[in-house]
């Protein structure tokens, strides 16, 4: 008996210590990203370390050879001029690249020539450079160094190590962005015996971006030299130190000043620790991507996956110091509003997929990407419509704030001010500017008065529709009912003879000649696309949509004509419209939410398999792994939700439309430590459609989920099968 007791007390130890391992045991979800997939072709991504939504985007620089090089890097060079510690990622067009730390050797060219500013670049090769979330490396050939590179939220750190004989030096250069921009005012000033401070002005996308930085290194400078100026401004310098080996570097930025920029490094680095760096930001990276967890055989599949979620967080980035402190539109020094404020709101590309994304993911910080937008409305008398570096930029149309607040509001965050934020949106609507003087006067802005007037008009609808669903919300009838009126404005463009979205004249007749591929960038009807691809995009009144093609059946075959056209493009068509499948242009957002019409009349099968076709033909794991520009996230966005099977066609009214999920399990953890989890039984390649499904235990035969029901937690079981189910969805029309 005695024996028997103490057995069971052993194999009850031997039970508790390998639960306790197993607890112990973190998945490293870094392991499944990789940096560079999107970096090739047009994807534009970022390619360096930071943390999520951190300010620091530190990484490599090469010359810019074009628009391709709107993120600073390209996949297809070889040629490194240095580190800058801000970049953008998957934009269109090019901006930062701040603040350039390039570590020489002796043969550095000491005298600049404006022809060959760059002398100092070095060849790379891609089998000596990693990159993993938080953290980068390179072997600089030509002068016999590697560096390695990770940040903190708002400090790049850097660890150089000479190999070669002879002192160490490193360059700071100010004059360079990423080509894009033009130096306006820098200044670079030793401050003691190991560190240096500065700022660099410019103007380009960003009009008036005001950058600072503090620096400090591990070893004492023996050298600290300017070898460009002009008579007001320092541009290039070289410091030096005794002897070769490993030099620390780390440098804090600021949108503030200088002494905000120290205090940033004080706050997050106050050590010389690399590795510590590095392991923090590991852990910050998995704290977020392990909120989704998938299974699937397929270790491409999940390599995409984890790198898109991954790319979903390189914006917005926060843009305020440590103490809260940040610089506003009106270009003032504005102090902490007891939030954290961001900036680099691409919202004409995220507010499709990526801001839903973040009400599920990201709850901490959405009520601060209001916040951030509700002060910029205050400082600008507008909501942002592009915002990058405190500078309001005006870039693509529509005033997209505007669904993202009603999407969040509508899914219950309150942790802003809902009455600023129904007048920011009533004012940004009613302005006149960008064509909405036309709208108020006669519904329509006509073709003969400015360009992308049809675009324009149809994002204007979507985001007039959200007001309305918020004024609803909040009892608000009167904006509720003038801006449901609005939101049918969209009904101007369609010609129903020919049943396409087409400019309007000003007399009321159509503009002519017409023809539903012409799409002339930025300077006719449409904003990066054509008639084939706009004349869908009505995702808040979709049922309208439908009356207005003649019913489901006459809808359908024209959706259907939008994939087996001809790809043809005419001359001078935009270079965002990639990824086509027909006319259907995956590689930029007006058309993301369109593989998912389907689902609306009725055949939700056909969503099914066009959404899987571009989950795995259209997102690789490979360099060139993204068929168009990334877009801060909406790219990605897209890939994240189609692959777990669901989309938000309409982004502001809690909805997600079923596709096909291609993992066969995928857990999202959900507020409150819940995790909802969607299950594909019998999921394959070939068993792409939606057989039946459970919620929860119970039958459901939706074509959709609701927000409401995912932040509950459960689970969502799916039987999977080779042949369409054509009765998915008959339940909800």
Known sequence: MKQSIQFSILLFLLFAFSCTNEKQTVTDYTQFVDPLIGSDFHGHVFVGANVPFGAVQLGPNNPTQGWDWCSGYHYSDSLLIGFAHKHLSGTGIGDLGDILFMPVGNDYITSINEKEPFDWKSKYRHEKESVKPGYYSVHIERYNIDAELTTSERVGFHQYNFKDEGDSKVLIDLKYGTGWDNHSKSSIQKVDDKSIQGFRFSTGWAKDQQLFFHTEFSKEIKDFKIINHTETDELTAIVEFEGNGVLMVKTAISPVGTEGAKNNLTAEIDHWDFNAVYQSAQEKWNKELGKIKIETPNRAHKTTFYTSLYHTMMAPSLFNDANGDYRGTDRQIKQNPGFNTYTVFSLWDTYRAAHPLYTLLQPERVNDFINSMLEIYKQQGKLPIWHLQGNETNTMVGYHAIPVIADAYLKGFTGFDAALALEAMKVSALLDEEGQDFIKERGYIPADSQVESVAKALEYAIDDWCIAAMAQAMGKTEDYELFSKRAKFYEYYFDKEIKFMRGKMADGSWRTPFNPIASQHRNDDFCEGNSWQYTWLVPHDIEGLIG??????????????????????????????????????????????????????????????????????????????????????????????????????????????????????????????????????????????????????????????????????????????????????????
């Open 548 to 733: 207005l093609h003649g019913g489901e059946k006459a809808f359908v075959s024209k959706l259907d004509s939008l994939f087996t056209i001809s790809s043809a493009q005419v001359e001078g068509a935009s270079s965002d419209i990639t990824g086509l499948i027909g006319q259907y242009a995956h590689g930029n957002e007006p058309g993301h939410h369109i593989t998912y019409l389907y689902a609306y009349a009725g055949q939700q099968w056909k969503t099914a398999e066009k959404v899987r076709k571009i989950c795995t033909t259209m997102y690789t794991d490979q360099p060139d792994g993204l068929c168009g520009n990334e877009d801060c996230g909406q790219m990605s966005a897209w890939y994240v939700f189609s692959s777990m099977g669901m989309y938000p066609v309409n982004p502001a009214n809690g909805v997600y439309t079923f596709g096909s999920p291609l993992f066969n399990e995928v857990e999202i953890a959900v507020p409150g430590g819940e995790s909802f989890k969607i299950i594909a039984e019998n999921n394959s390649k070939e068993n792409l459609y939606i057989q039946s499904m459970e919620l929860n235990g119970q039958a459901y035969s939706k074509s959709f989920i609701t927000h409401k029901d995912i932040i509950k937690g459960g689970m969502l079981m799916l039987k999977m099968g080779n042949k369409p189910n054509r009765e998915l969805g008959s339940s909800n029309r």
